[in-house]
């Protein structure tokens, strides 16, 4: 079974500091990891994702994340916050090997991003 | 760039009442998916469909929901008799399928389903 913990709920930071978005996950095989984001009354817009190539991922938007297996964490990371990044955020896994050809995707709970001017 | 689109974006219905939502996936896709997001609470799967059939289901798509592919174009979800908490966004997805591995899911804006 697969599981994705988010660790914050609820981020602020001030415009141009650096963004930390918390991430772990549990998964049974070799997982495919992604972030989402979802802008109020929006869809849910992919940022990166990571399928098993460079563990350091670069996504839309300035973001990256690192894959470490060792501590089973996908955070999320961006240099400088941008009033724009204020949005909810989701790290979502997916195993691989499913077996059902199909991939169900186990999303965190979210964390929302807001941004201080 | 393509995009998958949801119809209606917010649908009120009274409990007993079926309800239809539709959504239209990227045309060159495989996969087709259906997620709801109760306020407040994560997203979750309900149900994965390929090659005109299911092919997941998670334990909340019970007897009162069913999936359809109705033509070329269309994926539907079908609420038989609504419930107070199937009030939720329900979010469409779409996947390709590359080399034997089926991608990233590109997800529409959602229908929000509220039920009286």
């Known amino acids: 079974a697969q599981s994705v913990t988010q660790l914050d709920s609820h981020v602020s930071v001030s415009e141009g500091t650096p963004v930390l978005l918390r991430c772990n996950y549990s998964s049974s095989y070799s997982p495919s990891l992604f972030w989402y984001v979802q802008h109020p009354n929006k869809g849910l817009q992919l940022l990166l994702k990571?399928?098993?190539?460079?563990?350091l991922v670069k996504g839309i938007n300035g973001f990256e994340a690192e894959f470490k297996k060792s501590e089973t964490s996908f955070h999320l990371t961006k240099p400088s916050a941008h009033m724009s990044d204020a949005a909810e955020y989701f790290c979502?896994?997916?195993?691989?090997?499913?077996?059902?050809?199909?991939?169900?995707?186990?999303f965190g709970k979210g964390t929302k991003l807001s941004v201080i001017p | 760039e393509p995009e998958v689109t949801q119809t209606p974006s917010h649908q009120v219905t009274q409990m007993g009442q079926e309800v239809i939502l539709r959504c239209v996936p990227i045309s060159n896709h495989l996969y087709f998916y259906w997620y709801r997001q109760i306020l407040g609470q994560k997203v979750e799967f309900l149900v994965s469909f390929y090659n005109n059939e299911i092919s997941e289901k998670s334990e909340i798509f019970d007897d009162q929901f069913s999936v359809e592919r109705p033509d070329g174009s269309n994926f539907t979800l079908k609420i038989r008799s609504t419930k107070l908490e199937d009030s939720a966004m329900y979010f469409c997805?779409?996947?390709?399928?590359?080399?034997?591995?089926?991608?990233?899911?590109?997800f529409g804006p959602g229908t929000r389903l509220t039920v009286t």
């Open positions: 997805a779409s996947s390709d399928l590359t080399q034997g591995i089926t991608y990233e899911q590109y």
């Open positions: 979502v896994v997916s195993d691989r090997d499913s077996g059902a050809g199909s991939y169900q995707l186990t």
């Open positions: 990571y399928t098993s190539a460079a563990t």
